[in-house]
Each structure stands twice: as C-alpha cells, then as structure tokens.
C-alpha cells in the first residue's frame, strides 16, 4: 500500500468546493470506486509473487506452465509448493529428473525411476523400444486414478512405462488373459 492519505482526490478540490456538503458525498463515491482500483494497481507487482499472490492466481500461473490445474482442496501452501516446484523443473520435462521432482512432490516421499534412456549416436540405438520403471510408496492426497494420469502427462509418449504403487503394479492395468491394456 502506497502513503496516499484516504481523502486523497477530495484534497484535490478548491477549498470553495469543500464547504458544499453535497459535493464533497458526490465526489467522495467516485473516490471510493478508484481507490478500490489504486489498489488493484498498487498490488500488481506482488500479483506474479508465488509466496504473496491468492491461491487462485496460483492456479492461473499453473496453468501458464503447461499445468492442468493445481487441486482447490490443497492448502494454500501446497498449492504454492507445487508451482514453485513446477516453475523449477520445467526445463526438465521429460526426463528422469523432472519426472523424480514432480512425482515426490505430489506422492510426499521417494520415488524409484529405473529406465532404459540414453543419448545414441544416429543409427546406434539399441532396437528395444524406451522404457522406465516408476516406483512410489503412495500417491500422497492424489488417488491411482490422477496419480497414473500425471505420470502418463509427464511420462514421453514412446516410452513404454510400468507404474508400481507400495509394490503393486498399478500400470499397464493387465485386461484378461494376461493381455495388456491401453
């Protein structure tokens, strides 16, 4: 907040004009509408501050970072520790490490990525398709269901992926007869 004093466009006017009664309500209705906007523009600096912002601001960078959403029914303090985390690991989207980042964050504790990734000369891949191997203890506030959805998100589309749960594997859900679901 800035030092400008309450009466501030009232302080504006001829000292003749003051004296009117009328006036002065008149003109203090209009006061009271741009201060309320003042102050939306005084905020603006602090308006892309994770630690400052309202949570619902917090949604809306989220969303900027490629994020679907950021769940309403976390603390606020959650919500913030998942951007600032997001914002921080973008740049590793896709990889061992950013997968590890984001999924600790959201299951609340270690995650085991075991994977067949590499950088190969052209022509010296090995013919195998990618893989990797994601293990959690819990999903933490997130169920199986959402939990599987983000790693799926996260997770590059060529790369075949098995999602292990406390030791279950949770994905690819096996269909009957021991076939593989899509």
Known sequence: MTGRPNDWLLRQLPYGMLSEDFFVRFV???????????????????LADVDVTPPAMVRHMGEWLGMPGIDTSYPAATQRRILRTAAQTLQWRGTVRGLTHLLELYSGGPVHVTESGGVYREGAAPDDPAWAVLEVDSTGPLSESDFLALVLDEVPAHVQVEVRVAGRTVWPVLAEEGEMAS
């Not at 209009?30 to 523009?41: D, K, P, R, S, Y």
């Open 28 to 46: 203090s209705i209009f006061q009271e509408q741009a201060g309320t906007l003042l102050q939306h523009a005084d905020n603006l600096p602090y």
